[in-house]
Nanobody, 123 residues
Framework: QVQLVESGGGLVQTGGSLRLSCEGSEVTLSGYLMGWFRQAPGKEREFVSSIRGRSTYYADFVKGRFTISRDNAKNMVYLQMNSLKPEDTAVYYC??????????????????WGQGTQVTVSS
């Protein structure tokens, strides 16, 4: 059974940093477009970042602050989050998409999802 497990969330002050990790089980993440999404209370889920091979994609609101990366040997994907703001507070989800067609940002196109990890940024 394919599983994606996120970790690394927590409480941090404005301007602080966190690194989220996503580990794959029963799936080789290197063959997938891997994405990070987030959902804040009362808001819709939104795209944050994704990576396929060496290609990376970012939502405008995280460009220059967040960096996505992967370690294929460890079957892991990471999201380094710097200069965090209170509006970054959300549950962050890792997701995997197998198909090459479609977009890199549409959550409905992703095949597998993790359970999410809470990120809270205090002001």
């Amino acid at each position: 059974q394919v599983q994606l497990v996120e970790s690394g969330g927590g409480l941090v002050q404005t301007g602080g940093s966190l690194r989220l990790s996503c580990e794959g089980s029963e799936v080789t993440l290197s063959g997938y477009l891997m994405g990070w999404f987030r959902q804040a209370p009362g808001k819709e889920r939104e795209f944050v970042s994704s990576i396929r091979g060496r290609s990376t994609y970012y939502a405008d609101f995280v460009k220059g602050r967040f960096t996505i990366s992967r370690d294929n040997a460890k079957n892991m994907v990471y999201l380094q989050m710097n200069s965090l703001k209170p509006e970054d507070t959300a549950v962050y989800y890792c997701a995997a998409k197998g198909r090459y067609s479609g977009t890199y940002y549409e959550g409905a196109e992703y095949d597998y999802w993790g359970q999410g990890t809470q990120v809270t940024v205090s002001s």
